[in-house]
Structures are given as C-alpha cells and as structure tokens.
C-alpha cells in the first residue's frame, strides 16, 4: 500500500519524558501536515510542510513541540517534557500539491501521558 | 464563535433516509473539504470544493461562496455511513497555510 503511514500507532509515555512521532508520506506529496485530536474534540491544526519552503509553525501549541521533515519526505514530530494534556491522537496528512490539493490521512498515533 | 460551524452536531437516521449536514463558514476561504471519520478513527477525504457541486456515488457536496455555506447530501442512507463528518476550510485570510475544522457532525444511521 502507498498511503500514509506513522509509528508508532500507539504511544504510552511518562509525564516530563520526551517522545518522537513518525509520519512517511505518500510518496512524491510535496506537502506534509500534522494534526491533533484530543479525546472528544474536533482535530487542531499544528504544522505544515511545503516542498523546501519554511514550515508553518503557527499551530504548534508550546515550544515544547518541534516538527521536521527531512529530504522533503519522513516527518517527525517532537514533543519534549510531556504534559498529561498532551494526550492525544496525532494525525499527518500529505497532499500532492498543497492547501488546495486532496488530502489523506494517516492512522494516527495515539499518545497517552501518564 | 468558531470560524467553522456544522450543523447538526449529532444526526440519527433510519437506513434510506435522505441526509443534509451544513457547515457554515465567516472566513474569506480558497477551498472547503468534507471529511470522514469512521469509529476506528481513521480519516478519508470525500470533497474539496472551491465552487458549485460535486457528487460521488450516493454523496453531494454543495458550496455557496456568497453565503459562505456548505452542505454535504447522502442519498439513500446506509448503516456503513455512520461516521462523523467533518467540514474544513483553507482561509485566503488567515496567515500561513491551514486548515480551520469544524467540531464535525455525529452520523448514526440505523437499519
């Protein structure tokens, strides 16, 4: 299958320690974003990738949080000294050409701050 | 007030029935996406609409720049599309580049 895929799919962690979420994009998709879906909310933007440009970071919700797509491909995100209100599905999507592109979705990782 | 509104939150059929479900938006927006949501969790795109209507199969999505409104139709309701259905807009107005979400609406069709 070609679709979007991340790891882990689940995530148990202990509060304060830091944690490193995978996503790999369809292949050839110049733009990659990260979501979040805290338990019973709707889905909150947090960072978007386009081809070499700088990413948009404007929905990052603390400097605890840092995201890199390396050779334009893998993006991890990383969330140091986790907060229980972390917890959270962490969703990426990729699309071919940007915001006005279709975009598709990965399964998620499921992050539980303990 | 969200950018984003859906109307209904949640949204109980019987199997066959027609379904409308709105999204209204106060943002000047390039496109506007329908999502789905199955229990699982996973997300697929089913539109994205700069203008007028699109259909694919049993689904409808219709947009009213002017009114800043959306609607996504389901003809002939099916217990497989229960799901939460999540209306999306890229702003022409807002810094950067993302997607604002509605709060998404709660679609249980019964047999």
């Known amino acids: 299958g070609a679709g979007v895929s991340q790891s882990p799919s689940n995530k148990v962690t202990e509060k304060g320690k830091d944690v490193e979420l995978r996503c790999d994009p369809i292949?050839?998709?110049?733009?990659l974003y990260w979501y979040r879906q805290s338990l019973g909310q709707g889905l909150e933007f947090l960072i978007y990738?386009?081809?070499?440009?700088?990413?948009?970071k404007s929905g990052l919700p603390s400097d605890r949080f840092s995201a890199e797509r390396t050779g334009g491909s893998v993006s991890t995100l990383t969330i140091q000294r986790t907060q229980q209100e972390d917890s959270a599905v962490y969703l990426c999507?990729?699309?071919?050409?940007?915001?006005?592109?279709?975009?598709?979705f990965g399964p998620g990782t499921r992050l539980t701050v303990t | 007030k969200n950018e984003v509104e859906q109307s209904p939150q949640n949204l109980t059929a019987q199997e066959g029935e027609f379904i409308t479900i709105n999204c209204s938006y106060s943002?000047?927006?390039?496109?506007l996406h329908w999502l789905q949501q199955h229990p699982g969790g996973g997300i697929v795109s089913l539109f994205m609409?700069?203008?007028g209507k699109k259909k694919h199969g049993r689904l409808i999505a219709t947009i009213n720049i002017q009114e800043k409104h959306s609607s996504l139709h389901i003809t002939a309701s099916h217990p497989r599309d229960s799901a939460v259905y999540i209306c999306?807009?890229?702003?022409?107005?807002?810094?950067?580049?993302?997607?604002?979400f509605g709060e998404g609406t709660q679609l249980t069709v019964n047999p």
């Open positions: 999507a990729s699309s071919m050409t940007g915001g006005l592109g279709e975009q598709y």
């Open positions: 292949s050839g998709h110049t733009a």
């Open positions: 990738f386009q081809g070499n440009s700088a990413p948009d």
């Open positions: 943002v000047g927006i390039s496109a």
């Open positions: 609409l700069s203008s």
């Open positions: 999306a807009v890229w702003g022409m107005e807002t810094s950067g580049s993302r997607l604002t």
